[in-house]
């Protein structure tokens, strides 16, 4: 137990450090309520080709058992860019190269519900 | 006396149809079915079964399995829905009861499905295995399959499958792009016509309610096919083609969908590919009257059972409206905004009313086609599809 008198602030400096690597931080830290609304636009509207539970439809699946090895960039640049001649559209604009990244992420290791 | 004649007929429809479960209490006692309809709830895998004079939702039934894009058709007698999942699950649902009167899983992965004129067949529309599969609608026992084989080493992808009068249904080839005829109307395998060469990526296809067109959608190129079943040799025939020559696609988030209900009068209402547009043609000619701008890429465009007006709703990101356009000086009359992800519209029989799926909201409203007030909220959870039973009596529904 730790002394009443003790002041549990940080130093400011050590403090901004912090801050600064908050932000630096891994490149997929979406908040919360971005990641929420990435599933559901997975879910539901990525979902109205490739099925709601992404075992694919019109489009192909996008379950780990087919796209688990597959590059990820490459992933992450075909939902930005679209694939020309093919009904999958770009994203971009929708979303960003960050969350493009987030989202294979997660659908290469089994995507949130 | 208006209640005593609805409950004499919908006992004798009872006792007709259902033998000993008659006896058995329905949870709604003794009525008909005729104002009835379902409402897809994709991510629960339920149905609401709905009534539409008082608006109110009579009974949830479970356990229908992967319900997105889930579609349905109903029986000639209006007791039993079809429902036709993503997951290739065919499920007959007893209205009447409120119950799941029988249930197959008979393919991994299938986009919808139609009944035969005379209400004896099934037929539903695969994508794994590409092709389509015909069942009994008693007794949901497979009758056949033909294997959409075009050539490649896969199967195609089958899509827009329309029901045809005389035992016919009609399907595009996605993959393919060709257009086949199934005639099941003797014993024995269908006769398979085949239409080639139809055009890129048919996404979706109609019949209109006469049966004498249907009309496939092109996603891989400006334009649509139509086929006229009335002519002697059918021939597919280019409409629209290059509707949007020399401009620039807009990215597609969510396909059109097509089904019967694109003739107003003389004139079908079809939603253009990648353009925030509707496009209009004659009837016959298939010349293009008009182009529609609209709030952005339509997803349904429905005209009203009486053709005077025609309703649209929109793809993601812009599915927060609704317009409606008078099919005959196809001006924009009205907007509304139920809310977001308005996914689907549905016309009471004689269009009085239509009901409209706000998914996120988790709410079905309920407006006067007249008025354009809303009448009523019905809670759902995340809807989709609407589905009244009146569709049985029209064909391409």
Same mark, same amino acid.
């Given at each position: 137990m730790l002394p009443r008198s003790t002041d549990l602030r940080l130093p400011r400096e050590i403090a901004s450090l912090l801050a600064l690597l908050v932000l630096l931080g891994p490149a997929q830290a979406l908040d919360a309520k971005r990641e929420a609304e990435l599933v559901d636009l997975v879910r539901q509207d990525c979902g109205s080709c490739h099925g709601m539970t992404l075992k694919g439809g019109l489009g192909r699946s996008l379950l780990p058992e087919r796209i688990g090895q597959l590059d990820a960039d490459g992933l992450a640049a075909i939902i930005l860019g679209g694939v020309p001649g093919t009904p999958m559209p770009p994203w971009r604009g929708l979303i960003t190269d960050e969350e493009a990244r987030w989202i294979v992420d997660r659908l290469k290791t089994g995507f949130p519900e | 006396m208006r209640r005593r004649q609805f409950l004499t007929l919908s006992l004798a429809c009872a006792a007709t149809g259902a033998g000993a479960e008659a006896a058995s209490a329905s949870p709604m006692g003794p009525r008909g079915t005729g104002d009835l309809g379902i409402v897809v709830e994709r991510a629960s895998g339920s149905i609401l079964i709905v009534e539409t004079s008082g608006r109110t939702v009579l009974a949830r039934v479970a356990q229908l399995g992967d319900l997105s894009h889930a579609s349905a058709v109903f029986s000639r007698d209006e007791r039993f829905a079809y429902v036709f999942g993503r997951d290739g699950a065919l499920t007959k649902v007893d209205l009447v009861n409120a119950r799941i009167d029988r249930r197959i899983v008979q393919a991994g992965n299938s986009i919808g499905g139609a009944i035969s004129d005379d209400g004896r067949l099934i037929a539903v529309a695969n994508y794994e295995p590409g092709g389509i599969k015909l069942f009994d609608s008693a007794s949901l026992a497979e009758l056949g399959e033909i294997a959409a084989d075009y050539g490649a080493e896969q199967r195609s992808k089958t899509v827009g499958i329309a029901d045809a009068p005389g035992r016919r249904f009609l399907f595009s080839l996605y993959d393919g792009? *060709?257009?086949? +005829?199934?005639? /099941?109307? *003797?014993?024995?395998?269908?006769? &398979? $016509?085949? %239409?080639? =060469?139809?055009?890129?990526?048919?996404?979706?296809?109609?019949? $209109?309610?006469?049966?004498?067109?249907?009309?496939?959608?092109?996603?891989? *190129? @400006? =334009?649509? &096919? /139509?086929? @006229?079943?009335?002519?002697?040799?059918?021939?597919?025939?280019?409409? +629209?083609?290059?509707?949007?020559? =020399?401009? #620039?696609? +807009?990215?597609?988030?969510?396909?059109?969908? +097509?089904?019967?209900?694109?003739?107003?009068? @003389?004139? %079908?209402?079809?939603?253009? !590919?990648?353009?925030? #547009?509707?496009?209009? &043609? #004659?009837?016959? $000619? %298939?010349?293009?009257?008009?182009?529609?701008?609209?709030? =952005?890429?339509?997803?349904? &465009?429905?005209?009203?059972? @009486?053709?005077?007006?025609?309703?649209?709703? %929109?793809?993601?990101?812009?599915?927060?409206? !609704?317009? !409606?356009i008078d099919t005959r000086s196809l001006a924009v009359v009205r907007e509304l905004r139920p809310g977001p992800a308005v996914l689907h519209m549905e016309f009471t029989s004689r269009g009085h009313e239509v009901w409209v799926s706000v998914r996120d909201a988790d709410r079905i409203d309920v407006y006067d086609t007249r008025t354009f007030a809303k009448l009523a909220e019905v809670p759902a959870r995340k809807p989709s599809g609407i589905f009244f039973a009146s569709r049985a009596h029209r064909t391409g529904l």
């Open positions: - | 792009g *060709e257009v086949w +005829l199934a005639d /099941c109307a *003797e014993a024995g395998p269908p006769k &398979v $016509t085949k %239409f080639r =060469g139809i055009g890129k990526l048919p996404y979706d296809a109609l019949i $209109t309610n006469d049966g004498r067109y249907y009309i496939a959608g092109l996603f891989g *190129e @400006d =334009g649509m &096919v /139509c086929l @006229d079943l009335w002519a002697e040799q059918p021939k597919p025939q280019r409409i +629209l083609a290059g509707y949007g020559r =020399g401009e #620039e696609k +807009l990215p597609v988030y969510k396909m059109p969908h +097509l089904r019967g209900w694109a003739q107003a009068g @003389d004139r %079908f209402l079809l939603p253009a !590919v990648g353009r925030n #547009e509707v496009l209009v &043609v #004659e009837a016959g $000619t %298939f010349q293009e009257i008009g182009r529609v701008a609209v709030h =952005g890429q339509p997803v349904f &465009v429905m005209a009203r059972p @009486d053709g005077r007006h025609a309703w649209v709703n %929109f793809a993601h990101p812009k599915n927060d409206r !609704v317009q !409606v």
